[in-house]
């Protein structure tokens, strides 16, 4: 079982980024995949996740509008897409799932999660 998140990197107020999460060794289709970020000093939070069924993607109050996550089953990956990227987005961003169907609070204890990427918004 693996996740791995790519597509972070430095950019300026206001830009876009576009995160991937590629999976392999499961069952990709059939569980809900999650994004979570952690600045430095801060716990980690959940940004975005999206159920197995692609129903009522959920996010964090403070990506509301400037985020938009999506999966290609066919490809094994999950994709958040960032615009109006803000100095507080700064962070590393993980994907994970528990293997769960629908987005409910990640089950630490059977997580899996990808390595990071380091998304960096300069002002």
């Known amino acids: 079982v693996q996740l791995q998140a790519s597509g972070g990197g430095q950019v300026q107020t206001g830009g876009p980024l576009r995160l991937s999460c590629a999976a392999s060794?499961?069952?990709?289709?059939?569980?809900?995949i999650g994004w979570f970020r952690q600045a430095p000093g801060k716990e980690r939070e959940g940004v975005s996740c999206?159920?197995?069924?692609?129903?009522?993607?959920a996010y964090v109050d403070s990506v509301k509008g400037r985020f938009t996550i999506s999966r290609d089953n066919a490809k094994d990956t999950v994709y958040l897409q960032m615009d109006s990227l803000k100095p507080e987005d700064t962070a590393v961003y993980y994907c994970?799932?528990?293997?769960?169907?629908?987005?409910?609070?990640?089950?630490?204890?059977?997580?899996?999660w990808g390595q990071g990427t380091q998304v960096t918004v300069s002002s």
């Open positions: 999206i159920s197995a069924s692609v129903d009522r993607p």
């Open positions: 994970a799932t528990d293997f769960s169907e629908t987005c409910m609070v990640l089950d630490v204890s059977k997580a899996q």
């Open positions: 060794g499961f069952a990709f289709g059939d569980y809900a």
